[in-house]
């Protein structure tokens, strides 16, 4: 069975940074590509990043280009988000998620999502 | 303001069929790009529900169903049960912003 494990979601400062991971099993970890999607309070789903299976490719929206950086560990099954420079708009449950292939394409579809990690971003 | 447009709320007593609209554009729907949709029960991650336009993944009932048309999407319920009240997103791509989208998310109400 597929599973996303995310972790690292906590209250920071505005200005603060925070790493976030997501432990993935029940799947060949380096043949899929895999996204981050946050959900703000009482909001909608915002595509925040991609990584291809690799790892050499990487997307990013543009709210969080050149704060926020994606990247995996194929060793260790494990994908994280380098969450810099935060702001109060960055609050939000950030999901991981697994694409069906390799590779970014244009309208990925994710499955499955994991539980989610809550960031609160506040003085 | 999403770039895929959808109604904030439908509601509908069980048994019955309700449909969800997914508006996007010429850059988005239009362009050809896929559209996914997602069911997010109360409390819970999302969960693919449609992708590639048209399909189900294994375990989604076939009371669900989605279709495309030039720049819409359209996801409808049949035989509506209790549990299907949740909120519904749908899920595409933007060649001019270059980014994946996600329409605003539709709530659904089972009277």
């Known amino acids: 069975e597929v599973q996303l494990l995310e972790s690292g979601g906590d209250l920071v400062q505005p200005g603060g940074s925070l790493r976030l991971s997501c432990a993935a099993s029940?799947?060949?970890?380096?043949?899929?590509?895999m996204s981050w999607v946050r959900q703000a309070p009482g909001k909608g789903l915002e595509w925040v990043s991609s990584?291809?299976?690799?790892?050499?490719?990487?997307y990013h929206t543009d709210s969080v280009k050149g704060r926020f950086t994606i990247s995996r560990d194929n060793s260790k099954n494990t994908l994280y988000l380098q969450m810099n420079s935060l702001r109060a708009e960055d609050t939000a449950v950030y999901y991981c998620?697994?694409?069906?292939?390799?590779?970014?394409?244009?309208?990925?579809?994710?499955?499955?999502w994991g539980q989610g990690t809550l960031v609160t971003v506040s003085s | 303001q999403s770039v895929l447009t959808q109604p904030p709320s439908v509601s509908g007593a069980p048994g019955q069929r309700v449909t969800i609209s997914c508006t996007g554009s010429s850059s988005s729907i239009g362009a050809g790009f896929d559209v996914n949709w997602y069911q997010q029960l109360p409390g819970t991650a999302p969960k693919l529900l449609i992708y590639g336009n048209t399909n189900r993944p294994s375990g989604v009932p076939d009371r669900f169903s989605a279709s495309k048309s030039g720049t819409s999407a359209s996801l409808a319920i049949t035989g509506l049960q209790a549990e299907d009240e949740a909120d519904y997103y749908c899920?595409?791509?933007?060649?001019?912003?270059?980014?994946?989208?996600f329409g605003g998310g539709t709530k659904l109400t089972v009277l």
């Open positions: 899920q595409s791509y933007d060649r001019s912003l270059s980014t994946m989208i």
């Open positions: 998620a697994k694409h069906r292939g390799i590779v970014v394409v244009a309208a990925a579809k994710f499955d499955p």
């Open positions: 990584i291809s299976g690799s790892g050499d490719n990487t």
């Open positions: 029940g799947f060949t970890f380096n043949n899929y590509a």
